[in-house]
């Protein structure tokens, strides 16, 4: 784990090193829907399939901006309820309790110039992400692993430095283990934002 923190805190110093000439700070917040997929979960001797609801989440970022790209630091939170949990050969079972991250990210965008106020966006992002399982019959564990993302969408941006934000975020993780059962975390993410830039 200080492998990772030590990757993200060279990832962001660096960015934020090559972005001293750019034009100026801003801070951004996100928050939309979050989908994750069925996660595979073996204890060594057993094997099974989480599922999920449909869940939320949020973020937020302070980051350096010029006219073609951005590096920033974000906070980001998800969550979303267990809906089932389907085991080899013992059949389906519903189960209460939720699944939720805490991400610290690096993340470096390319906003690509139409000639008006609308700016298609790629970006990647990379970090960690405390990843916790919360079941009402046996209680929570939580472990800390590697995370990435990878941001599609699109800016419109007004005069006075302010942006909205629509983006398709792919956020997953290493695999997470809790209490010896190896599981997995694999996110899409439908995220509308504010952006301001001073």
Do not use: W
């Amino acid at each position: 784990m200080k492998n990772v923190l030590v990757c993200f805190l060279i990832f962001v110093v660096i960015g934020f090193g090559v972005s001293a000439s750019f034009a100026g700070t801003y801070i951004s917040g996100n928050l939309g829907a979050v989908i994750v997929n069925d996660s595979d979960i073996d204890d060594g001797d057993d094997t099974g399939e989480f599922t999920f609801d449909s869940g939320y989440g949020y973020m937020g970022a302070l980051g350096i901006s010029n006219q073609t790209g951005r590096v920033e630091a974000e906070l980001g939170y998800r969550k979303n309820d267990f809906d089932e949990l389907k085991g080899v050969g013992l059949g389906k079972a519903d189960i209460d309790g939720d699944i939720s991250s805490l991400s610290l990210m690096g993340n470096i965008y390319y906003d690509f110039s139409t000639g008006g106020g609308f700016y298609p966006v790629i970006g990647v992002g990379f970090g960690a992400a405390k990843i916790e399982a919360d079941l009402d019959d046996a209680g929570n564990e939580d472990d800390t692993v590697f995370a990435y993302q990878l941001i599609l969408g699109g800016s419109f941006t007004s005069s006075v430095g302010l942006s909205i934000d629509l983006q398709y975020r792919y956020f997953a993780t290493g695999d997470p283990e809790f209490d010896d059962i190896d599981a997995e975390y694999r996110t899409h993410n439908l995220m509308i934002g504010l952006r301001q830039s001073f």
